[in-house]
């Protein structure tokens, strides 16, 4: 006699199956988060109903894997982010790294990982050549690592101050050089026929057509940016007059993912223009896609 399997075994059973397959990943930069704020950088000096709007933002958003940006301290993230992920901040973090670290307050990139995601925590890549740089480290996670296809994972920000045309500045050409540290990364990866994700703050409009950052990270690859056809649609309080908003005219955090992986739905998870007005957020909004 053929067995038949109950109709609510079988919608357990592909349920299951969906929620391995589609893993929601974000990209946040959260504009100098610290538990410790500093006098000279006004947008670390927030409050419990900051903390509270950052929380309900982030929760809203259902993320399983999130890159992080400017971020002092685990105390402050976990105010944000809440106690069901694990957290891996970047090795320039570490006490034996000092010589890598402000004396007042860091701008650290990591994760935060929903638990029960097996992680292995890699060494930082090093985007800068400076030996004492205090900047430009992108943490690095493989996710699954004992599984058939591990993914690699970067969390990155870049250099500012170069978001356009190349224009020969100290900002474009160090940014360049990230780029060319990126683009080698990844030709390491597809040597090895790894998958990966690069997000972060990338300072830059990787979007624009026949963009030169974008050309110098995928140069020899199959890299696809994911976020490409992205709409900048995030306002954010604005510099000159807090009572208002302001609303960027381009895309600068993006995610890239390699072509054996499959997404879809990239977007950005966009404020409420009473927190953006009322609480102090962040100067980015968060940027999310579903990876298969």
């Known amino acids: 006699m053929q067995k038949t399997w109950p109709i609510i075994s079988v919608l357990a059973l592909l349920g299951s199956f969906n929620s391995y397959a589609d893993t929601l990943y974000s990209a946040w930069n959260l504009e100098w988060l610290s538990s410790t704020p500093s006098s000279k950088f006004k947008p670390s000096q927030r409050y419990d109903q900051d903390y509270q709007s950052l929380h309900h933002h982030f929760s809203s958003m259902e993320s399983d894997i999130l890159a992080f940006q400017e971020v002092n301290d685990k105390q402050a993230l976990t105010k944000v982010i809440g106690s069901d992920y694990q957290f891996f901040f ?87 050089v990230q780029g060319q540290q990126l683009n080698k990364w990844i030709k390491e990866r597809e040597k090895n026929n790894d998958a990966y994700v690069i997000l972060g703050d990338f300072n830059h409009n990787l979007s624009y057509n026949g963009d030169w950052l974008w050309k110098g990270i995928s140069q020899g690859t ?66 999310s896609v579903s990876i298969k």
């Open 222 to 287: 199959d890299a696809t940016l994911a976020t490409k056809m992205t709409k900048a649609n995030c306002k954010v309080k604005s510099r000159n007059n807090p009572n208002k908003t302001h609303q960027f005219k381009s895309l600068i955090d993006h995610i890239i993912v390699s072509s054996d992986l499959g997404f879809h739905s990239p977007k950005q998870n966009l404020y409420k223009v009473d927190d953006v007005l009322n609480r102090q957020m962040s100067d980015h909004c968060p940027i």
């Open 90 to 176: 970047s090795h320039r973090s570490n006490a034996d790294n000092q010589r890598h670290q402000f004396s007042d307050i860091n701008q650290y990139t990591g994760f935060a990982i929903r638990k029960g995601i097996a992680v292995k925590d890699m060494p930082d890549i090093k985007l800068d050549r400076s030996p004492n740089s205090k900047l430009r480290f992108a943490s690095y996670v493989m996710l699954h690592p004992n599984s058939q296809q591990p993914i690699h994972a970067l969390s990155v920000h870049l250099k500012a101050r170069c978001s356009g045309a190349y224009n020969g500045s100290k900002a474009c050409r160090t940014l360049k």
